[in-house]
């Protein structure tokens, strides 16, 4: 009787018990007509991981966004396990299996099939912070994370009740402690505990909220958004790579814009993260920068959603670039000329974001490679256009000079001229580099006459690259 009536009062979406207890009284447990997952949606390699723990006579589920995915009728990008065995016992079991962490120690299990090699990710349950004793810093925040515990205290510790679902692939049934199903169906985001404490002991939790906030549409429950506004400022204290991690899974998340409006809503960005300070409120004097990069994220979000690469140094790029274009401007202004003007700002652009977060120096070298790339799109005379096709990262460079066209910095014709010449073959080639002759010949638009003059005054050339056969 007391089953149907919380089962009715679920159905409705009404909260069946408090969002903070303990889970003292078990998990529900949900079958499968009720959560709609469809088994089809399961990683073979998952469940084949679960199936040996359980055969070896530990419990494993599949956890975490996963559940979260599937119960949204959504294909997970990937799986994670959660088990009380140990990593070590997790490791005898499987023979291509590594462990890796140390803050936060798991085991990854690597299947190699046709297509590309899959990881499953395997975590031991994690004993309550409140267990964990010396692991936890004077503010609160985690240090270690190596204490093992029970399924209970596993599941208290995740994040967002809807990230804290367990599934049983052998039984299909869901295990559930803190009203996930019942939020999933609210469409509530909402961080289990008390939601200030829990950002204390990981500020990153606040960048996980908004990402999960954009890629699912669900709303923040209130309590679970209040204290961000205050507690923004401890983004601080985490480690570089591991916000890098962060801000790099929330630009590649296929809802990029939409989430950075929601740092820039939740007052997460400001003073916080100076790539995104700049992206959303660019230098003064810098028209549409602002389009720029909502097109440079709208056009990765597409690419993303569809299933295609995104180049993480292409996207750093585009949310640099307004700041760029800005030390650019400055540096001719002191009477530099044009390509050591802007080698001299990527240095001034990636120093001062530096000073905020890190970017690691692959992605900056395809940053530079990309901006360096941009004055030489207006050299169209001789062999620079064929050498330019030959460059490894044209491709990044001309996609981001389409860029350029789109939001009007550099004329829609210079997009298209390019896209003709990769198209052309060379006696096509040919008449397009003499029709780009003949137009400099009739407007006298270009030429080392337009150099000196631009020189003589930056601001008023129209921008940095301004028509330039002479851009080198
Ligand atoms: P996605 O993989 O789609 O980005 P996810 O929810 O799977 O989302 P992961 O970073 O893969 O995110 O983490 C897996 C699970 O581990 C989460 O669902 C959550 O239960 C838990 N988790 C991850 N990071 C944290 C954290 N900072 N604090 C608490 N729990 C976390
Ligand atoms: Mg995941």
Redesign the pocket.
């Given at each position: 009787m007391i089953k149907k009536l919380i089962h009715r009062i679920f159905r409705r979406g009404t909260r069946p018990s408090p969002v903070h207890s303990h889970a003292s009284s078990g998990p529900k447990r949900i079958a499968k007509k009720a959560h709609r997952i469809d088994p089809h949606l399961l990683s073979k390699n998952a469940v084949k991981v679960t199936h040996t723990l359980q055969q070896a006579g530990y419990q494993a589920y599949i956890?975490?966004?996963?559940v979260?995915?599937l119960a949204l009728g959504i294909g997970?990008?990937?799986f994670?396990v959660a088990t009380n065995a140990t990593p070590d016992q997790v490791q005898k079991l499987f023979r291509k299996s590594r462990l890796i962490g140390r803050r936060f120690q798991i085991v990854h299990v690597t299947f190699f099939g046709k297509e590309r090699p899959e990881i499953i990710?395997v975590s031991t349950f994690r004993a309550l912070l409140e267990n964990a004793g010396d692991h936890v810093a004077d503010s609160g925040r985690i240090l270690r994370d190596n204490v093992w515990g029970t399924q209970v205290e596993d599941a208290t510790?995740?994040?967002?009740t809807i990230?804290?679902m367990y599934y049983d692939p052998a039984t299909e049934t869901v295990l559930d402690y803190h009203g996930g199903m019942a939020d999933m169906q609210q469409r509530t985001l909402r961080m289990i505990g008390d939601p200030a404490k829990r950002y204390r002991e990981?500020p990153?939790?606040m960048l996980?909220a908004i990402?999960?906030a954009a890629?699912t549409g669900f709303t923040l429950a209130p309590e679970t958004r209040a204290p961000i506004a205050t507690l923004a400022k401890l983004i601080h204290d985490v480690p570089a790579a591991r916000l890098f991690d962060e801000i790099l899974?929330l630009l590649m998340?296929g809802y990029s814009w939409k989430a950075i409006q929601g740092l820039r809503e939740a007052g997460l960005h400001h003073g916080v993260l100076p790539l995104l300070d700049r992206a959303l409120d660019p230098p003064a004097g810098i028209a549409g920068g602002d389009a720029f990069i909502r097109l440079a994220l709208g056009n990765t979000d597409e690419r993303i959603q569809n299933g295609k690469g995104v180049s993480a140094g292409f996207l750093f790029a585009t949310l640099l670039w307004p700041d760029l274009l800005h030390n650019w401007q400055k540096h001719l202004a002191s009477g530099m000329a044009n390509v050591p003007a802007l080698h001299a700002a990527m240095d001034d652009t990636i120093g001062n974001q530096n000073k905020g977060m890190m970017i690691q120096r692959r992605f900056e070298a395809d940053m530079r490679e990309i901006w360096a790339m941009q004055p030489r799109f207006d050299k169209r005379i001789g062999r620079f256009p064929h050498r330019m096709l030959e460059l490894p990262r044209f491709r990044a460079g001309y996609d981001f000079m389409l860029l350029r066209c789109a939001t009007g910095e550099r004329p829609a014709s210079l997009g298209q001229w390019w896209t003709d010449f990769i198209e052309a073959d060379l006696a096509g080639r040919e008449q397009l580099l003499t029709a780009v002759k003949d137009e400099v010949v009739r407007t006298g638009s270009s030429g080392p006459a337009a150099k000196r003059r631009r020189r003589r005054k930056p601001k008023t050339a129209g921008g940095p690259t301004a028509g330039g056969l002479d851009a080198e």
């Open positions: 956890v975490g966004g996963a979260r995915d997970p990008k990937d994670d990710e510790r995740r994040d967002f990230n804290a990981d990153v939790r996980r990402r999960f890629k899974k998340s």
